[in-house]
């Protein structure tokens, strides 16, 4: 009999909707991690922005359905934001340099030879030439807001605007939004610590998109797409930083520590430019896929006629390109001046130009009363801008012109920011034109105009002039002034407007109440103005708030000179104009201008209000280092340490001594621990004195 067989079929047990749920999720997760990727940092993407929205959405639903189940990891978690009282502020282990520019062959040829004197002068390396100066990584210079992003073990713990290059404002809250900037980098990575240095900046298609809605929602629109990253990227409330579509491209690092290294930028790991661009790529970051390598000069000239050629097709804005020496050995050998790089330069594209009509000449009054006659025009776009007003700077220059009522004008974007009119189309001038006749009063007060010796500008007189004060309180809150961001400039001319602030006292006595009676003014955004005020009662030291009064021919430097030398305002107020005049660079003609300024009895007033406030900041004391055997020394530590380097280096500081990044003839000391390497064979090269760890404590007693 043949043998039967019984066959069961066996069920695995049915899923319940939560596991499904758990799968979708995990799924969606992934899935738009990899789509982030393909559209960030591949430029490559496979769905349309629309796609991607509904499955983000769908993600979105369901960890709100299972909060449990949300991970930091999670897509929706760089998306959520949070809203921030403040942004403090943090120093960059390395200093964020800025780029000296050129804007011609002759100027970029200049470079090359004083970087090619330097380094014959300068360079300890046998092995290295004067040829390996010739290749090039070339990066387009993106018109974004520079950032430097610090991971530690890994992890992303905070995001630096570059600030004034020795301190920068932390952003980590709004990086954390942006949707290409890794927030983890892998395991078992060869650094502890990695900066990376890159720029924030929106897509052209995004910035458009962006002004739109500001439109519809009757706001302010952004001029252009730096500006709109920028505002974006500074946003307290970090959930409109999301909404803001913003995009993270690397071009460099800071500090890299690798246990055991000599350095501090990662040379052991990333020998040239371009090997530390694909190695920035490879850990997840967007690098401008425009970069090339440049092995000779020429290459160089032709990727930047490329550029230019191409600019207005890429997805970006760009105002030039950036070159830098591959060899980053050699980089270290070149170092930097005071301000800049040696093995770095940026070449500046020529200004973007246009014709348009010249529709009227108006003239305003600044804080300081000068005339400025400005040219109102047909709008017309410059490089992506619309522009509709220039400048014409004063009466000799517009004269110089012979500008017009009417003409047709050649205008451009001096340094691709500022309006400038070039020339006049004389050709196209209308029969009917005539010169323009400057005022010789005051287009606001009516007030008679008088033109000073040795000035090129005519200037209101008249200290009650309505403009200048206004002026005056717009200088008070902006960059150059207190810098109080959130009391912008059209709420301060609205609030002149009504009468309800006359002057830079009246601002502290705004309530939230009063401004939200202003049109496109919300609850957050009035709390916002109030905030910051007072919160700069607290803040403003003596210099920002001698700066923000506006004394005329007292810019941010001699502010800072007077703040050295007075115990505050009052002590300042009370100065004669001999005691002024011995202060460095205050001549007679600035002494009497800060005289005449605290005579008048109605700044007196103000003043008196401000202190009353709470506003009054007092000189901060400079505590006098005493005298020790490192002060005024250049020093270096290298090699492994018995405490973390940064410790000695604090000691040494303090002591008076002045660190150096890297080993080279001005250096006084280094001091050599454990397994020390290229550092100590070029100081011995140089005859660079060398210290122990023991006899650098014991120089510090």
Not at 61 to 75: G, V
Not at 321 to 336: D, E, I, W
Not at 580 to 592: C, F, K, N, W
């Amino acid at each position: 009999m043949a043998e039967q067989f019984s066959f069961f079929e066996t069920k695995e047990p049915k899923k319940t909707q939560k596991e499904i749920d758990i799968e979708r999720l995990t799924f969606l997760k992934k899935e738009l991690k990899r789509h982030n990727k393909l559209y960030h940092t591949l430029d490559n993407p496979e769905i349309s922005d629309q796609e991607y929205d509904v499955l983000f959405k769908e993600l979105v639903a369901l960890e709100n359905q299972y909060p449990e189940l949300i991970t930091k990891d999670s897509p929706t978690q760089k998306i959520g934001g949070e809203v921030l009282s403040f942004l403090a502020t943090q120093k960059h282990r390395l200093r964020m340099y800025g780029l000296d520019n050129v804007f011609s062959l002759e100027e970029y040829e200049a470079f090359l030879q004083k970087g090619k004197n330097y380094f014959i002068k300068e360079n300890p390396y046998k092995e290295l030439s004067t040829i390996t100066l010739d290749t090039w990584w070339a990066d387009p210079k993106l018109d974004g807001l520079a950032a430097e992003i610090i991971y530690e073990n890994g992890e992303l713990v905070m995001a630096l605007t570059r600030g004034d290059g020795e301190e920068g404002e932390v952003i980590t809250s709004a990086v954390r939004t942006i949707r290409n900037v890794p927030q983890h980098l892998g395991e078992n990575l060869p650094f502890t610590r990695l900066e990376v240095r890159g720029e924030v900046l929106m897509l052209k298609k995004d910035f458009e998109k962006l002004n739109e809605k500001q439109k519809k929602l009757n706001q302010k629109t952004f001029a252009n797409p730096r500006n709109a990253a920028a505002g974006s990227l500074r946003q307290l409330d970090t959930r409109i930083t999301a909404e803001r579509k913003l995009i993270f491209l690397a071009y460099g690092v800071g500090q890299v520590i690798i246990p055991q290294a000599e350095d501090e930028i990662g040379l052991s790991l990333w020998k040239t430019q371009e090997a530390l661009m694909q190695g920035l790529s490879k850990l997840g970051f967007a690098i401008s896929k425009e970069s090339e390598l440049c092995k000779n000069s020429q290459q160089a000239l032709n990727f930047c006629e490329k550029m230019e050629t191409i600019r207005d097709t890429l997805p970006y804005e760009l105002d030039g390109v950036v070159y830098k020496v591959n060899n980053r050995l050699v980089q270290q050998v070149l170092a930097f001046t005071a301000r800049s790089p040696r093995f770095a330069i940026a070449w500046k594209f020529s200004s973007r130009k246009a014709e348009t009509i010249l529709k009227a000449i108006t003239i305003q009054v600044g804080r300081t009363g000068v005339l400025t006659p400005v040219a109102e025009l047909e709008p017309v776009s410059i490089g992506g801008v619309m522009v509709s007003r220039a400048t014409l700077h004063n009466e000799e220059e517009l004269k110089a012109l012979d500008v017009r009522v009417g003409d047709t004008v050649l205008v451009q974007r001096a340094g691709d920011v500022i309006p400038d009119i070039l020339s006049v189309n004389l050709e196209k001038r209308p029969d009917n034109s005539v010169p323009y006749e400057f005022p010789t009063f005051c287009p606001v007060c009516q007030s008679k105009a008088v033109k000073l010796k040795d000035e090129a500008a005519w200037r209101c007189v008249n200290i009650d002039c309505p403009a200048q004060k206004l002026q005056g309180i717009i200088h008070f809150v902006s960059k150059a002034g207190l810098d109080i961001i959130g009391v912008g400039e059209k709420w301060v001319e609205k609030l002149v407007e009504i009468g309800r602030v006359k002057n830079i006292a009246d601002l502290f006595t705004v309530t939230v109440k009063e401004l939200l009676v202003f049109e496109g003014m919300g609850e957050v955004s009035a709390n916002k103005f109030v905030d910051s005020l007072n919160e700069a009662k607290h803040t403003a030291t003596l210099n920002r708030f001698i700066s923000a009064l506006g004394i005329r021919l007292v810019g941010e430097q001699t502010a800072k000179t007077l703040a050295q030398a007075f115990e505050n305002i009052d002590d300042l107020a009370n100065a004669s104009v001999d005691k002024l005049i011995t202060l460095q660079d205050i001549g007679p003609e600035v002494a009497s201008s800060i005289k005449n300024y605290f005579l008048s009895s109605e700044r007196q007033e103000v003043i008196t209000r401000l202190k009353e406030y709470g506003l009054n900041p007092q000189r901060q004391e400079v505590v006098a280092q005493k005298e020790t055997a490192l002060t005024g020394k250049t020093i270096l530590f290298t090699g492994t340490l018995s405490k973390p380097r940064q410790e000695f280096e604090k000691q040494a500081e303090e002591a008076g001594a002045k660190l150096l990044s890297a080993v080279s003839k001005n250096l006084n000391y280094l001091v050599v621990g454990e397994k020390a390497g290229s550092k100590l064979e070029k100081a011995q090269k140089l005859g660079v004195q060398t210290l122990t760890e023991q006899e650098f404590l014991d120089l510090l007693k």
